[in-house]
């Protein structure tokens, strides 16, 4: 069984560090086009300030240099979602579950491990990044597919963005989630809730 999760915008790097593992070829790949822009292109790329664009580009030099400070992915992301998850004082049952059955989805390291070693970063699947030629979701079908293909359950809190990046037949196998409120008589998704409740 899997669970699988977004990534957020949101990042709180005031944790203790850990080691970085090697990025994973197809990972490379989008690294080395995202090194491509220049901090002032990086800008229009992201649509963001120039100070945010400058602080985009050091984040993709120190990964591309190998100097990026490393933490577990599902305490760097800092969204609505994940400030809405327990993610401190663990027992060890928890931390082998999390391990073991929980996954975030990244367009820059692919489907990983909870608390996976990762560097800040800014990519998600809405951005017109050419990888090799391809989307950045054409890019990473393959290997997400591989990544959670030999699953009999397979538990999606992943917006249409996310989920989309796998192939058919692995969609049909998701078991998804809708969070409606109940405003005067009438269910309605609400963002704010919707985020909350994934947590």
Same mark, same amino acid.
């Given at each position: 069984?899997k ?20 990025l ?6 989008? #690294?080395?086009a995202?090194a491509?822009?220049?901090a ?6 992201y ?11 050091? /984040?993709?030099q ?7 400070? /490393?933490y577990?992915a ?5 969204g609505?979602m994940?400030?809405h998850?327990k ?11 999390l391990?073991?059955h ?13 608390l ?8 998600d699947?809405l951005?017109k ?6 989307? #950045?979701?054409? /890019?990473w079908k ?6 959670v ?7 999606? #809190? ?15 196998k998701?078991v ?10 009438h ?11 994934r947590?």
């Amino acid at each position: 069984m899997k669970i699988l999760i977004p990534t957020a915008k949101e990042m709180n790097t005031d944790l203790p560090r850990i080691e970085a593992t090697p990025l994973r070829p197809e990972s490379q790949t989008v #690294l080395d086009a995202l090194a491509l822009y220049s901090a002032s292109q990086l800008e229009s790329f992201y649509k963001v300030s120039v100070d945010k664009a400058a602080e985009e580009f050091q /984040h993709i030099q120190a990964l591309k240099t190998q100097t990026a400070q /490393h933490y577990p992915a599902l305490k760097l992301f800092d969204g609505l979602m994940y400030r809405h998850i327990k993610r401190d004082k663990l027992t060890e049952a928890e931390q082998a579950y999390l391990e073991n059955h929980v996954f975030i989805t990244s367009a820059l390291y692919g489907v990983i491990p909870a608390l996976s070693p990762i560097a800040p970063y800014r990519l998600d699947f809405l951005m017109k990044l050419k990888v090799a030629g391809k989307t #950045l979701k054409s /890019h990473w079908k393959v290997a997400y597919d591989e990544a959670v293909k030999q699953e009999e359950v397979i538990f999606s #809190l992943l917006s249409s963005e996310f989920e989309t990046v796998f192939s058919k037949e692995i969609r049909e196998k998701m078991v998804t989630f809708k969070f409606m409120e109940d405003k005067d008589g009438h269910l309605k998704i609400h963002s704010t809730i919707s985020k909350k409740a994934r947590g």
